[in-house]
C-alpha cells in the first residue's frame, strides 16, 4: 500500500496536466487552477494521512481544487448574481474524475493562440500541461528562472485577462499553431530523456507523457506529417533507452551500445510513423530528425553507420531549421567522416552567447580540436562540457575521454 505521500507525488507525475487542463477548462485562470490544485495537494496530504488514500486520488484532488476556486470566486468579493453562473461551469464538468484527455490538447492550442507572445508559448505549455517549474523550463530555454517565471506569470494573466477562448481552434487555424505545439511535446520528451537516468524520479514519466501526448495529437491530426515525424523521433529514442547504461549505471554512448537491448516493437511502429509521414510529400524538421534517428538504427543490420546518410540528413536538417542542435549535429558526423577542420568551421559559426551553455556544443567542440591535434584546447572544451553537465554517468563519460585523448 502506498503512502500518502508516494501517492500524492505519483498523480502529480502522471495527471499534473490533465487536471490543470480540466479546472481551467471554463475559468481560463491557469494561474488560479495551479494555486488551487496546490491547496489541493496540500489538503491531501494532511487528509490522507489521517484517513487513508482514496479509490481515485484524481478525483479527489479535483474535487478539493474546485471548492478552493469556489472559495477564491466567493473571497474576491463577486457579485452574488454572478456566483451561480461561475459555480455552474464548474459544476459542468465530470465529478468522477479526469477523463477527458482531449482537454490538454486544447490547452496546449490555447498556449499556442497568437496573442501570446511567440516566445512564451512553448514554455507555458510546458508548465501548464506537465507541471514543470520555472527553474527547469528556464534551463531548458537558456534563460534565468526568475526570468522565465515572470514571463510565465504575464502570460498566464493575459489569458485570464482576455479571455482566449480554451478549445481547438478551426482546421485552418490548427496548422498554424502546430508547431509551437510540437516543439513542446518534445521539449518535456528531452527533458525527461535527460533526467531518466535516475537522477530525477519523475523522468520516465514526462517521456511517456510526451509520448502520450503525440499519440493523441497523431490521432486528432492524422493528415499532418511532422505529427506523425515527431511521434517516430520519440519512439525511435525511448526504443534505446535500456542500452544507454550498463548494469553499473555508466553511460554508454550510441555508437557502443548494445543493439540486442534495444524495443524492437517501437522501432517497427517508428519506421511506419515515418514510412506514413514521408508519403505526404512535405519536408519537415521532425521527420528529419526521425530519419537521423532511423540510419543510427540500421546498424545492427548492416554492420556500419552509414554517415554519407547522417551528412546528407544533417545538411538537409541545417538548411531548413539551423538551429545549435543541427548545426553540432552536423559537426560531430563530419567528425565521424574525417572533415573536422569543416566540423569546426561551422561551430565557429554559431554565436558565442548561444554556444555558451549548451553541453553538446562543447563536447563536440572538443572532438573537433583533438582530431586537429589540438589536445589543450580540446580538454578546455571538454572540461566545459563537464561543468555544464548534472549526470554524474556523463560527466565520468567525459572525464575518461579528457585523460585518454581518445575521441
Given at each position: 500500500m502506498y503512502s500518502a505521500r508516494d501517492t500524492a507525488e505519483w498523480v502529480a507525475r502522471a495527471a499534473y496536466g490533465r487536471l490543470i487542463a480540466i479546472l481551467s477548462a471554463r475559468s481560463r485562470d491557469i494561474a488560479a487552477a495551479e494555486d488551487a490544485l496546490a491547496e489541493a495537494f496540500a489538503a491531501a496530504l494532511r487528509s490522507w494521512n489521517d484517513h487513508g488514500v482514496p479509490t481515485n486520488p484524481e478525483a479527489w484532488l479535483l474535487t478539493a481544487?474546485?471548492?478552493?476556486?469556489?472559495?477564491?470566486?466567493?473571497?474576491?468579493?463577486?457579485?452574488?448574481?454572478a456566483i451561480p453562473d461561475l459555480l455552474a461551469s464548474q459544476e459542468s464538468m465530470a465529478e468522477d474524475g479526469p477523463q477527458f484527455p482531449d482537454e490538454r490538447l486544447k490547452l496546449l492550442f490555447a498556449c499556442a493562440h497568437p496573442a501570446i507572445d511567440a516566445g512564451i508559448r512553448t514554455p507555458l505549455m510546458?508548465?501548464?500541461?506537465?507541471?514543470?517549474?520555472?527553474?527547469?523550463?528556464?534551463?531548458?530555454?537558456?534563460?534565468?528562472p526568475t526570468t522565465m517565471g515572470q514571463r510565465l506569470a504575464r502570460a498566464k494573466a493575459k489569458i485570464r485577462d482576455s479571455g482566449l477562448r480554451f478549445e481547438?481552434?478551426?482546421?485552418?487555424?490548427?496548422?498554424?499553431?502546430?508547431?509551437?505545439?510540437?516543439?513542446?511535446?518534445?521539449?518535456?520528451?528531452?527533458?525527461g530523456w535527460d533526467a531518466a537516468a535516475g537522477?530525477?524520479?519523475?523522468?520516465?514519466?514526462?517521456?511517456?507523457?510526451?509520448?502520450?501526448?503525440?499519440r493523441l495529437l497523431a490521432a486528432l491530426m492524422p493528415d499532418e506529417p511532422e505529427v506523425k515525424g515527431l511521434l517516430a523521433l520519440m519512439l525511435y529514442c525511448d526504443a534505446r533507452r535500456d542500452a544507454r547504461r550498463d548494469e553499473r549505471g555508466a553511460f554508454i554512448s550510441l555508437d557502443r551500445q548494445d543493439a540486442r537491448l534495444w524495443k524492437r516493437d517501437l522501432i517497427i511502429e517508428a519506421e511506419s510513423l515515418?514510412?506514413?509521414?514521408?508519403?505526404?510529400?512535405?519536408?519537415?524538421?521532425?521527420?528529419?530528425?526521425?530519419?537521423?534517428?532511423?540510419?543510427?538504427?540500421?546498424?545492427?543490420?548492416?554492420?556500419?553507420?552509414?554517415?554519407?546518410?547522417?551528412?546528407t540528413l544533417y545538411r538537409m536538417l541545417v538548411?531548413?531549421?539551423?538551429?545549435?542542435?543541427?548545426?553540432?549535429?552536423?559537426?560531430?558526423?563530419?567528425i565521424e567522416a574525417g572533415q573536422e577542420g569543416e566540423a569546426l568551421g561551422l561551430l565557429d559559426t554559431i554565436a558565442p552567447d548561444e554556444a555558451r551553455t549548451y553541453q553538446p556544443y562543447w563536447v563536440t567542440r572538443?572532438?573537433?580540436?583533438?582530431?586537429?591535434?589540438?589536445?589543450?584546447?580540446?580538454?578546455?572544451?571538454?572540461?566545459?562540457?563537464?561543468?555544464?553537465?548534472?549526470?554524474?554517468?556523463?560527466?565520468?563519460?567525459?572525464?575518461?575521454?579528457?585523460?585518454?585523448?581518445?575521441?
Amino acid at each position: 500500500m502506498y503512502s500518502a505521500r508516494d501517492t500524492a507525488e505519483w498523480v502529480a507525475r502522471a495527471a499534473y496536466g490533465r487536471l490543470i487542463a480540466i479546472l481551467s477548462a471554463r475559468s481560463r485562470d491557469i494561474a488560479a487552477a495551479e494555486d488551487a490544485l496546490a491547496e489541493a495537494f496540500a489538503a491531501a496530504l494532511r487528509s490522507w494521512n489521517d484517513h487513508g488514500v482514496p479509490t481515485n486520488p484524481e478525483a479527489w484532488l479535483l474535487t478539493a481544487a474546485r471548492n478552493v476556486m469556489k472559495n477564491q470566486l466567493r473571497h474576491r468579493g463577486i457579485a452574488e448574481a454572478a456566483i451561480p453562473d461561475l459555480l455552474a461551469s464548474q459544476e459542468s464538468m465530470a465529478e468522477d474524475g479526469p477523463q477527458f484527455p482531449d482537454e490538454r490538447l486544447k490547452l496546449l492550442f490555447a498556449c499556442a493562440h497568437p496573442a501570446i507572445d511567440a516566445g512564451i508559448r512553448t514554455p507555458l505549455m510546458l508548465q501548464t500541461i506537465l507541471g514543470l517549474d520555472a527553474a527547469r523550463i528556464g534551463s531548458a530555454f537558456l534563460v534565468a528562472p526568475t526570468t522565465m517565471g515572470q514571463r510565465l506569470a504575464r502570460a498566464k494573466a493575459k489569458i485570464r485577462d482576455s479571455g482566449l477562448r480554451f478549445e481547438l481552434p478551426s482546421q485552418h487555424d490548427m496548422p498554424q499553431r502546430l508547431s509551437e505545439v510540437l516543439d513542446a511535446i518534445y521539449a518535456a520528451f528531452g527533458i525527461g530523456w535527460d533526467a531518466a537516468a535516475g537522477i530525477e524520479a519523475g523522468g520516465r514519466g514526462l517521456t511517456e507523457e510526451a509520448i502520450y501526448l503525440g499519440r493523441l495529437l497523431a490521432a486528432l491530426m492524422p493528415d499532418e506529417p511532422e505529427v506523425k515525424g515527431l511521434l517516430a523521433l520519440m519512439l525511435y529514442c525511448d526504443a534505446r533507452r535500456d542500452a544507454r547504461r550498463d548494469e553499473r549505471g555508466a553511460f554508454i554512448s550510441l555508437d557502443r551500445q548494445d543493439a540486442r537491448l534495444w524495443k524492437r516493437d517501437l522501432i517497427i511502429e517508428a519506421e511506419s510513423l515515418l514510412t506514413a509521414a514521408s508519403r505526404h510529400a512535405r519536408f519537415g524538421r521532425f521527420q528529419c530528425e526521425a530519419a537521423i534517428q532511423s540510419v543510427h538504427v540500421q546498424r545492427p543490420i548492416t554492420g556500419r553507420t552509414n554517415h554519407e546518410a547522417l551528412l546528407t540528413l544533417y545538411r538537409m536538417l541545417v538548411q531548413h531549421h539551423p538551429s545549435i542542435g543541427a548545426k553540432t549535429g552536423l559537426s560531430a558526423v563530419l567528425i565521424e567522416a574525417g572533415q573536422e577542420g569543416e566540423a569546426l568551421g561551422l561551430l565557429d559559426t554559431i554565436a558565442p552567447d548561444e554556444a555558451r551553455t549548451y553541453q553538446p556544443y562543447w563536447v563536440t567542440r572538443g572532438k573537433a580540436l583533438h582530431a586537429l591535434g589540438a589536445f589543450e584546447q580540446g580538454d578546455q572544451a571538454i572540461e566545459t562540457a563537464i561543468g555544464l553537465t548534472q549526470e554524474e554517468p556523463v560527466r565520468i563519460f567525459l572525464g575518461t575521454l579528457i585523460s585518454s585523448r581518445a575521441i
